[in-house]
């Protein structure tokens, strides 16, 4: 028998792959639609409990498959009722989850790296450095072990590729996890569930432009000029916002879809009246919205917070011009588990 790690982990496989792999097996199509459900909707984990498969067939699954799951370190609670989810790999790296309640929606935010390369000034995650990227079933399996904390509570109703890491940096498996989430046998979430966040890695994005796409896009854009973004986001030297703007003014969007631009608001470097000016002529031609987001300080980040009423004028100016500026409430604060506080560090009981 194969040692456990060597077997094909049938999380890593999509859709058309898990089709071909229980082809191998003399097994009809359908029942790759079967496996889908019961990996993806029951959450089962093992194959013993695909229990509509023949003895036979789950046996001859268990000796070429496997179920990987991630095991769940620690979670903790903010009053704001945001969760942190510390979980371990199968290597020992540690990745982390944030879920975040807001009216309606409960939101999941997933890594798809452990760590991050790009550096960005204003998260502790880049830090961190990157040490790999993740597995297909890594990314999804958060997902489900979140769920399965849930225990059938209210559902998860969105997810959110902003959690460790650049999904764009991580290609392939990201897509490939995004086309789990999106299947109608997989995990079932629409399209307009389902955001991917980058800061705008051009080759990713321009392969991009010939996906089918399945989730809404959005983009880290922190600066109003190519010196300040370039100080913040050293990976704005690589590929210049203008070279990435250009492409998103090309982007494939549904009807009455929109890119979301995501801008750190950091005192004293990108938060004047002045930046906000300078936005409006750059994002002419692409359908848009802003989320403005106060910094979340941290002491190993070297800038501060703006004021409040920094922040509302800087809302203001942009509304004025017609562009849609939302100014995003940090949750989970208080368990550094706001936007650019993730680092995969174990806490002390």
Same mark, same amino acid.
């Given at each position: 028998?194969?040692?456990?790690?060597?077997?094909?982990?049938?999380? +890593?496989?999509?859709?058309?792959?898990?089709?071909?792999?229980?082809?191998?097996?003399?097994?009809?199509?359908?029942?790759?639609?079967?496996?889908?459900?019961?990996?993806?909707?029951?959450?089962?984990? /093992?194959?013993?409990?695909?229990?509509?498969?023949?003895?036979?067939?789950?046996?001859?699954?268990?000796?070429?498959?496997?179920?990987?799951?991630?095991?769940?370190?620690?979670?903790?609670?903010?009053?704001?009722?945001?969760?942190?989810?510390?979980?371990?790999?199968?290597?020992? +790296?540690?990745?982390? /989850?944030?879920? *975040?309640?807001?009216? /309606?929606?409960?939101?999941?935010?997933?890594?798809?790296?452990?760590?991050?390369?790009?550096?960005?000034?204003?998260?502790?995650?880049?830090?961190? $450095?990157?040490?790999?990227?993740?597995?297909?079933?890594?990314?999804?399996?958060?997902?489900?072990?979140?769920?399965?904390?849930?225990?059938?509570?209210?559902?998860?109703?969105?997810?959110?590729?902003?959690?460790?890491?650049?999904?764009?940096?991580?290609?392939?498996?990201?897509?490939?996890?995004?086309?789990?989430?999106?299947?109608?046998?997989?995990? @079932?979430?629409?399209?307009?569930? *389902?955001?991917?966040?980058?800061?705008?890695?051009?080759?990713?994005?321009?392969?991009?432009?010939?996906?089918?796409?399945?989730?809404?896009?959005?983009?880290?854009?922190?600066?109003?000029?190519?010196?300040?973004?370039?100080?913040?986001?050293?990976?704005?030297?690589?590929?210049?916002?203008?070279?990435?703007?250009?492409?998103?003014? +090309?982007?494939?969007?549904?009807?009455?879809?929109?890119?979301?631009?995501?801008?750190?608001?950091?005192?004293?470097?990108?938060?004047?009246?002045?930046?906000?000016?300078?936005?409006?002529?750059?994002?002419? $031609?692409?359908?848009?919205?802003? +989320?403005? *987001?106060?910094?979340?300080?941290?002491?190993?980040?070297?800038?501060?917070?703006?004021?409040?009423?920094?922040?509302?004028?800087?809302?203001?100016?942009?509304?004025?011009? @017609?562009?849609?500026?939302?100014?995003?409430?940090?949750?989970?604060?208080? *368990? /550094?588990?706001?936007?650019?506080?993730?680092?995969?560090?174990?806490?002390?009981?």
């Amino acid at each position: 028998m194969k040692d456990a790690l060597e077997k094909t982990d049938l999380k +890593n496989l999509s859709p058309t792959e898990l089709e071909g792999f229980i082809a191998m097996f003399g097994k009809e199509r359908y029942r790759s639609v079967q496996a889908l459900r019961w990996l993806y909707r029951r959450g089962v984990r /093992s194959v013993d409990e695909m229990s509509n498969l023949s003895k036979k067939f789950r046996e001859q699954l268990n000796q070429a498959g496997r179920i990987s799951t991630l095991q769940s370190i620690r979670i903790e609670e903010d009053r704001d009722g945001t969760k942190k989810f510390l979980l371990g790999l199968e290597d020992g +790296n540690r990745i982390e /989850s944030v879920l *975040i309640p807001d009216k /309606s929606r409960l939101t999941l935010c997933v890594s798809t790296q452990v760590g991050c390369g790009l550096g960005c000034r204003f998260c502790l995650t880049g830090k961190m $450095g990157w040490k790999r990227n993740l597995s297909v079933s890594e990314i999804v399996n958060q997902i489900l072990a979140v769920r399965e904390h849930l225990s059938g509570k209210s559902p998860i109703t969105n997810i959110v590729l902003m959690g460790m890491g650049e999904p764009l940096a991580n290609y392939v498996n990201t897509l490939k996890a995004i086309e789990l989430m999106a299947h109608p046998d997989g995990f @079932g979430f629409s399209s307009r569930r *389902i955001t991917l966040s980058t800061a705008g890695l051009l080759p990713g994005l321009e392969k991009l432009l010939n996906e089918k796409i399945r989730f809404r896009l959005a983009v880290s854009l922190n600066a109003a000029d190519e010196e300040t973004r370039s100080r913040l986001m050293p990976v704005n030297r690589r590929y210049p916002m203008k070279r990435v703007l250009d492409v998103l003014r +090309n982007f494939p969007l549904k009807r009455r879809a929109r890119i979301t631009f995501e801008y750190v608001m950091v005192e004293g470097v990108n938060d004047s009246p002045r930046d906000a000016k300078r936005l409006i002529p750059l994002l002419k $031609g692409i359908p848009s919205k802003i +989320n403005l *987001i106060p910094l979340n300080e941290a002491p190993e980040i070297p800038f501060r917070r703006p004021s409040e009423e920094r922040v509302r004028e800087f809302q203001e100016i942009l509304m004025k011009a @017609g562009l849609t500026a939302i100014v995003r409430t940090s949750k989970g604060i208080n *368990i /550094s588990a706001a936007c650019g506080q993730l680092q995969g560090r174990a806490l002390c009981p």
